[in-house]
């Protein structure tokens, strides 16, 4: 059976991008993309709608502003970065997933009736 790319829950998109420009700095649309790819080992493989659809949200709400820039080939390109509501964003989230992600590792490991 071939393993499918993960289909991403509502608001995963935006913490995914917020903790890439936190930690890795300004980058274009394509460059966050690329990165997310590479830290999800390719489990996450995201077209230009999803991401700039994404981008154009986080800017709406002030957690990103964007400045044009040249890339590393010579390209005029649209930079991204965190601002200071953004980072208070994402402590918010992270802490929501953490939290999420360790109630469903208690609910996934229960053992099954009988075995208690």
Known sequence: ???????LLQGTLDVMVLQT?????DLHGYGIARRIEQASGGEVLLNQGT?????????QRGWISAAWGTSDNNRKAKYYSITKDGRKQLTKDAA??????????RVLSMPAEGKL
């Open 1 to 7: 059976m071939a393993s499918s790319k993960l289909d």
């Open 51 to 59: 991401i700039y659809a994404a981008l154009v949200r986080l800017q």
């Open 21 to 25: 420009l936190a930690t890795m700095g």
């Open 96 to 105: 929501y997933w953490q939290r999420l992600s360790s109630v469903m590792g």
